[in-house]
């Protein structure tokens, strides 16, 4: 029996068991098939691969062992029955809008989702007859009273970058399943390791796997989890026409990132919770956005979904008089920093602090930007594995000299 599919085996031996088989060379670490085509055994079998009436690999774009391997892994980990890749989380939303909308649908997300996303299905998918509605995040009923008779899918990140604002994963499934829409969740802040939205009810799990699935800030990559069905009716064909394939390398790296998210993922929300209770008192922050303190307004809600963990990502406001001085005192902090990294990417061992207002959320208005509640003077910190002390030294250098 396939090692995904065995159902004895825990979450933990699938993150570093879950492949397709070993090839006749006994490998034991997953091989990396750097290859765009496949030899076919006969015409008779390609006309079948290529007619999707039999299993085999026919061509790079539309599919790779290695890739399969990740896929495979992937959908174990998120307890999901397949999985499709991407070359970028955002490919990966596209993938999902294109398969599963067409002009004149309508779309609910939040107001406080990632730039890119709100860019992409606010303005990008406007442009093909593509509708959509944003939301309050935390407001359940925002989420109700904006369903229409053609909404197809509601859309929602939790925790979101970078304000790590919580949605009820389990009341957006019941919106979305009683309107006959579908509800998709980005799991990329959390990932599969602190929370599994599909056994709260969620239809497809996205991901960008550029963040923790790889660890280490090495490579892109993109994610659906859904039904079988799903993704080979509906994500396989925009694959394979729109090309959004995830590179064997790219997968093959990203494959062996998972197999120890697990204990990262326990190891920076750590580090995280202490970051996080150090600010709060510090006296030049004027407030903390995590998850793990018992001041966020959902935590309670976040510790139930998310395995009684805050997770890796915190963000803070720097105390100012107005927002200009907020972006001065920001940059400040972000240019006094000797130790960690000035980086808008996220899920890193190393830790990774940026500035939302001009790089993630750069492209918003400033009016999207401050109903999504960011701030000139926020600061968002991916925490890595340095030492706790370290963090906190090369954060106060610019804190204490504002
Ligand atoms: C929550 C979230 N979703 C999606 C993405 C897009 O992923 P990618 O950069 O791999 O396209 C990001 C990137 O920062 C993100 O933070």
New binding site residues.
């Given amino acids: 029996m396939p090692f995904d599919k065995d159902p004895d085996l825990h979450r933990d031996t699938l993150a570093v068991r879950a492949a397709v088989p070993r090839t006749p060379y006994g490998e034991n670490s997953e091989a990396l098939f750097l290859t765009s085509g496949y030899v076919q055994p006969s015409a008779e079998a390609a006309a079948r691969r290529f007619a999707g009436d039999e299993d085999g690999y026919t061509y790079g774009r539309y599919g790779n062992p290695t890739v399969s391997s990740f896929e495979q892994r992937l959908a174990a980990l998120e307890g999901a029955e397949a999985c499709i890749s991407t070359a ?3 490919s990966a939303i596209l993938m999902m809008c294109m398969g599963l909308l067409q002009s004149g649908d309508h779309v609910i997300c939040s107001h406080s989702m ?1 730039g ?2 709100i860019k992409l299905i606010g303005s990008d998918l406007a442009k093909f007859g593509v509708q959509s509605s944003f939301v309050s995040q935390t407001d359940v009923s925002a989420w109700a009273a904006a369903v229409k008779p053609n909404t197809k899918l509601l859309f929602a ?1 939790t925790p979101t ?1 970078p304000l790590t604002d919580v949605c009820d994963i389990r009341a957006l499934a019941d919106i979305a399943h009683n309107a006959g829409a579908l509800l998709a969740v ?1 799991n ?2 959390a990932t599969p390791a602190l929370q599994r939205p599909m056994a709260l009810g969620a239809d497809i799990v996205m991901h ?1 796997g ?2 923790y699935l790889d660890g280490q800030g090495r490579v ?1 990559a ?1 994610a659906l989890c859904a039904s079988q069905e799903m993704v080979t009716k509906t994500f396989l064909p925009v694959l394979k026409s729109g090309g959004m394939t995830l590179a064997p390398f790219n997968a093959w790296v990203v494959l062996k990132g998972l197999e120890t998210l697990e204990i990262r993922m326990q190891a920076q929300s750590a580090r995280a919770l202490a970051l996080a209770q150090w600010l709060q008192v510090h006296p030049g922050v004027a407030r903390v956005h995590y998850p793990g303190l018992s001041s966020h307004p959902q935590h309670e809600l976040a510790m139930a979904q998310q395995s009684n963990c805050g997770g890796a990502v915190l963000s803070f406001e720097v105390k100012a008089s107005d927002a200009d001085q907020a972006r001065q005192r920001a940059f400040h902090v972000l240019d006094s920093l000797k130790t960690l990294s000035l980086s808008t990417n ?1 899920g890193d061992t190393k830790t990774l602090c940026a500035h939302p207002a001009s790089t ?1 959320h750069g492209r918003l208005t400033e009016a999207q930007r401050q109903i999504a509640g960011v701030s000139q003077g926020l600061i968002r910190v991916a925490v890595g594995l340095e030492h706790i002390t370290d963090i906190q030294t090369d954060l106060d250098r610019g804190l204490s000299s504002l």
């Fill in positions: 970028s989380g955002m990632f890119s996303t990140e970058n980005d990329c802040f960008s550029t963040k892109m993109g996220l993630s």
